[in-house]
């Protein structure tokens, strides 16, 4: 039996930073049922710009560029936790390979859920992070939404 993949999962296999995964994650978190992330369509007559997503009130937002870097990457992160990231090894990585690692630590130095690996150490936390909401107690409201299906 297959599962299907979650948000972290996806971050986790990431080549890269993407703004187009930034804006799922924000829509993600932002717990909103009825946000969703703005794609290009045929016929637009605007430029399409990733990393944008709509509120369920129908408000434009630009994503964090979560993956990217780790100040944005911390904005996933819940009051108390603390984190440690970094390079587990060969800086010059082939395709594929997940180089960077990320872990989080609770209020009470307890490690929240397992090692992330990544390309980047902001992508291995932002995997973490995701995990980590769905493993705790504040993260219950968001968990259905961090799990995305198959595509």
């Known amino acids: ?3 299907n993949p979650t948000l972290a999962d996806r971050v986790e296999r990431a ?6 995964l930034d804006a799922v994650i924000a829509v993600a978190v932002s717990g909103d049922a009825r946000a969703y992330v703005v794609q290009a369509q045929e016929g637009d007559i605007f430029d399409y710009k990733p990393g944008w997503w709509v509120t369920g009130d129908g408000k ?3 994503a964090p560029a979560y ?3 780790m100040t944005e990457a911390e904005l996933l992160l819940l009051k108390g936790w603390k984190w440690q990231a970094g390079w587990s090894g ?3 990585p082939q395709p594929g390979d997940r180089p960077a690692f990320a872990l989080l630590i609770d209020e009470r ?4 859920g397992d090692l992330s690996e990544a390309a980047t150490p902001a992508l291995a936390l932002c995997a973490a992070a995701l995990r980590a909401r769905q493993e705790t107690p504040d993260g219950e409201a968001v968990a259905a939404i961090l799990k995305e299906p198959t595509r």
Do not use: H, K, Q, V
């Open 1 to 3: 039996m297959t599962t």
């Open 15 to 20: 080549e890269g930073a993407s703004r187009e």
């Open 60 to 62: 434009s937002a630009r």
């Open 67 to 69: 993956t990217a870097g």
């Open 90 to 92: 060969d800086r010059d």
């Open 109 to 112: 130095n307890n490690l929240i």
